[in-house]
């Protein structure tokens, strides 16, 4: 148990791009929460990503035709 909890933990901290020592304080949540923590987190990091996705596609229809491949190209889009 102790090593799934520890486990959860450091996965919980990758996900947030922080060290473990800045997310302990999460123990003091119940497996369930870290859970649903962690589905919450993908949830809005995945909201996140695809609202960037869109801003991209938005600022490239504004360019002119001829350079939105090579900058499609550029950031890899």
């Known amino acids: 148990m102790a090593r799934t909890h520890s486990t959860a933990l450091a996965s919980l901290a990758r996900q947030l791009g922080r060290p473990p020592r800045d997310v302990a304080?999460?123990?003091?949540?119940?497996?369930?929460?870290?859970?649903?923590l962690t589905r919450d987190i993908e949830h809005a990091q995945s909201l996140h990503a695809?609202?960037?996705?869109?801003?991209?596609?938005?600022?490239?229809?504004?360019?002119?035709?001829?350079?939105?491949?090579?900058?499609?190209?550029?950031?890899?889009?």
């Open 25 to 36: 304080f999460l123990e003091a949540l119940d497996d369930a929460a870290r859970q649903q």
């Open 50 to 77: 695809q609202s960037l996705r869109d801003a991209m596609e938005g600022a490239l229809n504004e360019l002119p035709r001829l350079l939105r491949i090579p900058i499609r190209t550029l950031f890899g889009l």
